[in-house]
């Protein structure tokens, strides 16, 4: 088909990107110019255009990251770089009387295109945002998340609205109806904002983000009939009745179809679907082409193509293995392309020229700035009613009233529609851009997600009176963590007198869904939850609980989470149940031969995250292959024969006393062979004065270690003393010990020197484990022997 310019002039309103007020001349290779009446060569206008495109993205993807590259050194978020960066695209197009130099690249054909891409990319996005998001949240949202949520859009709407007619007294009839839609975009919540903040901030497992994400749900199902209920208005005004009812019926007809039809044969989908395997790729991508067509049936009417996108999201299950497939298939091209695209373009319509001071942009800024404090206040109100501290208050009214992506598009369709004028729209895009950069910095410097797990209190092992409950957070990543978990609860001797509580937390990582599942499974209910998280870990650590019921109390937990923030699940739950000690599986796992068999990196990044923050004592499992069971119920004598050995590693230091503490408990159980080795420097070495009360305090943890018997009550441990002179001698004596012993205990130690481990800590290759930690982890140890790493709670 071709295009001429009749058709331009007729749709010129609709384009959505038009940078350029004026047609340029088509170029040909022939007279360079086209005839203005027909154009011959349909294809050589296509790909001229498509040229166009590919120069024009290039420009924003390049701006933008060089842009970011320099922004991002001072805190500024990537949305910020992004309209930066398109607001001096379009100064750059535009010479200094104003004129704009894009039309020699960008011709209207190409602007379509650009437009069609932008709408394309922002309805995808929609489509992925209500995937993720999880109506059923909605229903269990708290009662001060369900009152900000709600009167988050609403109080600050009904404010612009009241003022508004103090403002437009001079202004134009028109004038007046972009007031009305400026107020509007003011007001409104969307979750996807808000979503896109928390995860900036890195506050999503946190009580302070789930409450910021439940209330943005709520404000977002609140925007949304709000935004609808506007534009009903508007066409009742301008169009009548019937044609209200009309695009009423169609909405109410959506979500109907969707609810009766759609959502029963995503369900019917799943349950077809394996458990434990991936959703067939022609469902996927039929939802897909369905998110893309759903728009198609409002849009005759006149209506938004977004409101079926949105519907259907909301109405595919979100997680797996549904909503985590369309997620994996879509989410990393569309943010990565389409949303950088639209976000971009925006900046590039922001004309300065037409920003005149006149009555219009004067009611513009005096609205906006009202409307955004009413904004804040409103939703500091309940957070100090239900007494949230008040900088925390301050930081979740930040969140609230946080605008992004949603309300650039908004503003830019209300522009593209003649709703908005150029000098309004560049106000509202200049207000975002502030949004955006002084809103999340605010937060940092207000809400500081660590301050709640500073140690202000004892809790550790070493701290616990005699036969006293031990708390311990057992953490599963991977079902070969299970039996090796348990293995070693068995052998921490859980008796009456010195029972043992564990919360066995399940970290799985979040596909497929915006917030955050935390479940707790009650072991004594014979069903178990309708999804199937966690049923082998439960039924394993529910046998376990039942072979020891008089000195065992389990209690099973499910987290869902990304896992950049899982550490604050397990460091929230050890701060809420009093733990004092957390037991993380390594990293790696090592096949029956000894190989190396994966190697997970972000399982030590999240342990290395816990061991920055945990607000009790924290110990690392590497479990080097199966372990050795001892029988379920061993006659317990001085002379019986001992199935499991474990040797405890002491070099001294507050790591190695909590270690040495905790082998002591486990030597109260008669079956368990204990062996301390106790690794000094040379005797004539001088004593550093610094380290003169570190001395006595392992002398004094070590005291009852060198007389120990085998009648003691407190278990018989055996007791070895070596002296070596540096850190090779001490290497060979580790490395000897790993096919003598089931178990080795040692403190981590990190950042402490000694002449026993010189020469040691330059070739270490996992500081989370400490020096002597390491080698025994090393690849080119082959034995059997199980470590466990000690670090005791860190309190300054």
Not at 231 to 246: D, H, I, P, Q, W
Not at 649 to 672: C, N, P, T, V, W
């Amino acid at each position: 088909m071709g295009f001429d310019d009749e058709f331009f002039e007729q749709n010129y309103d609709r384009v959505k990107f038009d940078v350029c007020t004026e047609l340029p001349p088509r170029v040909n290779s022939e007279n360079n110019v086209w005839s203005k009446s027909k154009v011959p060569h349909d294809k050589v206008i296509m790909t001229n255009s498509m040229a166009e495109v590919e120069i024009v993205m290039a420009l924003m993807f390049f701006a933008s990251k060089a842009v970011h590259i320099v922004l991002k050194h001072f805190g500024l978020p990537k949305i910020a770089s992004q309209i930066i960066s398109g607001i001096i695209l379009g100064l750059a197009l535009v010479d200094s009387d104003g004129q704009p130099r894009i039309h020699t690249l960008f011709t209207r054909t190409g602007q379509e295109i650009m437009g069609t891409l932008s709408l394309f990319g922002f309805q995808l996005f929609l489509f992925l945002t209500a995937v993720k998001m999880d109506l059923g949240t909605i229903l269990r949202t708290r009662k001060e998340a369900a009152i900000i949520g709600i009167t988050a859009p609403l109080i600050p709407f009904f404010f612009g609205m009241g003022i508004k007619p103090g403002l437009q007294s001079h202004l134009l009839v028109s004038d007046k109806k972009k007031l009305t839609n400026l107020v509007l975009g003011l007001a409104i919540t969307s979750f996807p904002v808000i979503y896109a903040v928390i995860i900036e901030l890195n506050i999503l497992n946190t009580e302070f983000g789930r409450l910021a994400l439940s209330a943005s749900m709520v404000s977002e199902l609140v925007s949304f009939c709000l935004a609808n209920c506007v534009n009903l208005g508007e066409t009742y005004n301008e169009e009548g009745l019937n044609k209200a009812l009309t695009k009423f019926s169609i909405i109410i007809g959506a979500i109907i179809v969707v609810k009766l039809v759609i959502r029963p044969l995503l369900f019917w989908i799943i349950k077809r679907t394996p458990e434990g395997r991936p959703v067939k790729n022609v469902y996927v991508y039929t939802l897909v082409v369905l998110s893309l067509t759903s728009g198609l049936a409002p849009n005759p009417l006149g209506e938004y193509v977004y409101l079926g996108p949105i519907i259907l999201g909301l109405a595919i299950p979100d997680g797996p293995p549904l909503g985590s497939a369309v997620i994996d298939k879509l989410e990393s091209f569309v943010s990565g392309v389409f949303l950088p695209l639209l976000i971009t373009s925006t900046g590039m319509r922001v004309d300065f020229h037409e920003m005149k001071f006149d009555k219009m942009i004067s009611s513009s800024i005096i609205i906006t700035i009202l409307t955004y404090l009413v904004k804040l206040v409103t939703c500091l109100l309940p957070c100090i009613y239900y007494q949230i501290p008040m900088l925390d208050s301050l930081a979740l009214s930040l969140i609230m009233a946080s605008q992004g992506i949603v309300e650039l598009n908004f503003y830019s369709i209300l522009r593209d529609n003649n709703r908005l004028d150029d000098g309004t729209y560049g106000v509202a895009v200049l207000v975002i851009l502030a949004i955006v950069i002084v809103g999340p910095t605010s937060v940092k410097f207000l809400y500081d997600p660590s301050r709640k797990y500073a140690g202000y209190q004892k809790r550790n092992i070493m701290h616990l009176k005699p036969n006293a409950e031990l708390r311990i957070v057992s953490c599963i990543y991977r079902p070969d963590d299970i039996l090796a978990m348990i293995n070693l609860l068995e052998n921490s001797c859980p008796t009456k007198e010195n029972s043992i509580t564990v919360y066995v937390l399940h970290l799985i990582e979040l596909v497929g869904r915006a917030s955050p599942i935390f479940i707790s499974h009650q072991m004594q209910q014979k069903s178990l939850s309708n999804t199937s998280y966690s049923e082998n870990v439960v039924l394993s650590f529910g046998r376990f609980e039942r072979d020891n019921w008089d000195a065992v109390t389990v209690n099973a937990f499910t987290a869902v989470s990304p896992p950049n923030l899982m550490h604050d699940d397990i460091c929230t739950m050890a701060l809420d149940k009093f733990i004092s000690l957390i037991i993380l599986p390594f990293h790696r796992k090592w096949s029956v031969d000894g190989t190396v068999e994966s190697d997970d990196t972000m399982v030590r990044t999240l342990n290395l995250s816990v061991l920055e923050r945990a607000p009790c004592s924290v110990g690392i499992l590497v479990n080097r292959g199966q372990p050795r069971r001892r029988p379920a119920n061993p006659n317990a004598s001085s002379g019986h024969a001992h199935v499991y050995s474990v040797c405890m590693i002491f070099l001294g230091g507050k790591d190695d006393r909590e270690a040495l503490i905790y082998a002591k408990r486990m030597a109260k159980d008669h079956s368990i062979n204990v062996t301390v080795l106790h690794i000094t420097a040379p005797k004539d070495l001088p004593e550093d004065p610094s380290m003169k009360w570190e001395n006595m305090l392992d002398s004094e943890v070590l005291k009852d270690v060198r007389y120990s018997n085998p009648s003691a009550p407190q278990g018989f441990m055996g007791y070895i003393e070596e002296v070596v002179n540096d850190g090779a001698e001490m290497a060979l004596i580790v490395k000897s010990l790993v096919d003598d012993y089931d178990l080795i205990i040692t403190g981590r130690r990190y950042g402490v020197e000694c002449t026993q481990t010189s020469g040691l800590t330059e070739w270490s290759e996992f500081p989370e484990l400490g020096v002597v930690g390491d080698l025994l982890a090393s690849t080119d140890i082959y034995g059997k022997a199980s470590v466990l790493v000690v670090q005791q709670q860190v309190t300054d």
